[in-house]
C-alpha cells in the first residue's frame, strides 16, 4: 500500500501539454519531404518515444546512412520548433496547475521525465519550468522509454525511491517504463495505458489524495 507521496513525476507530451499532434504533423512534414510513407497509426507509435525511436518506426526496416538520420531528425526538429512557437500557458492541460499547487502545499517534489529533447523550451513557453524541482529529457540519458533510465534518474535527482513516486503518463512506452522502475503509474487518456496501476481521463479535479485511494484500491484488487 502506498502510505507516502513523495513525489510526483510527470510526461510532458499529452500529459503537461497536448503537443502530441505538433510532433505528428513535424514527422508528416518531413515524411512527405524525403517520399516516406506515414499513417495516422504513426501518431500513437511515435508517443511517448525517443526522436531517435520514432525516425526508426518511420523508416519500417528501410536502411539510410548515420548522416542521413541525423539531417531527418534535425529536419523534423525544426518543423517542430516551428509549431511550438505559438504555446502559452493557455496549452496547459487541464488539472495540471492544480496538482502542482496540491504538492507544494504539501512539500512533495516534482519532476518532468521526457524522452523530448525540447523539454526547456516548451516549459519556459507554458511558464512552468520554475514549478520543478529536476527536468530530465533525452539529452542526459542514453537509453529512453520503455526503459526506465528516464524515471530512475528523475527519481534520484528528486532523493526519493521509486516506490515513493507517481509517474503520469499517457503513452504505452512510458507506462511500461514506469512499471519496469518499480513506479506507482497512472496512466492518462485511452487504452494506450491500460498497463497503469489507475487510469483516468485526464488530470482534471484529480487530486492527490483521490489517486492514493484509488492506487490502495488497486494493489487490494492485485
Known amino acids: ?9 510527470f510526461d510532458m507530451d499529452g500529459v503537461i501539454t497536448d503537443t502530441v499532434d505538433r510532433h505528428f504533423q513535424s514527422w508528416k512534414q518531413l515524411a512527405h519531404e524525403v517520399g516516406l510513407e506515414i499513417t495516422p497509426e504513426h501518431r500513437d507509435q511515435f508517443r511517448g518515444v525517443s526522436r531517435e525511436e520514432s525516425l526508426h518506426r518511420l523508416l519500417n526496416g528501410l536502411v539510410i546512412s548515420p548522416e542521413t538520420k541525423q539531417d531527418w531528425m534535425r529536419r523534423k526538429n525544426m518543423h517542430y520548433l516551428a509549431y511550438i512557437a505559438s504555446l502559452t500557458p493557455a496549452d496547459i492541460l487541464p488539472g495540471v496547475v492544480d496538482l502542482l499547487d496540491e ?5 512533495i517534489k516534482k519532476a518532468v521525465a521526457s524522452s523530448s529533447r525540447n523539454v526547456h523550451i516548451v ?3 507554458l511558464e512552468l519550468i520554475h514549478r520543478f524541482d529536476s527536468i530530465v529529457d533525452a539529452n542526459m540519458i542514453r537509453r529512453t522509454k520503455p526503459e526506465p533510465d528516464l524515471f530512475v534518474w528523475a527519481a534520484g535527482s528528486l532523493g526519493v525511491t521509486p516506490d515513493t513516486a ?8 512510458g507506462v511500461e517504463a514506469a512499471l519496469v522502475g518499480g513506479f506507482h503509474v497512472i496512466g492518462l487518456g485511452s487504452a494506450r495505458v491500460e498497463k497503469a496501476h489507475v487510469a483516468l481521463p485526464s488530470l482534471e479535479g484529480v487530486t492527490l489524495d483521490a489517486l492514493r485511494e484509488s492506487l490502495s484500491k488497486a494493489e487490494i484488487r492485485g
Open 1 to 9: 500500500m502506498l502510505l507516502t507521496i513523495q513525489a510526483l513525476i
Open 103 to 107: 504538492a507544494d502545499a504539501k512539500g
Open 123 to 125: 516549459l519556459q513557453k
Open 166 to 173: 507517481l509517474v503520469f503518463e499517457d503513452a504505452q512506452d
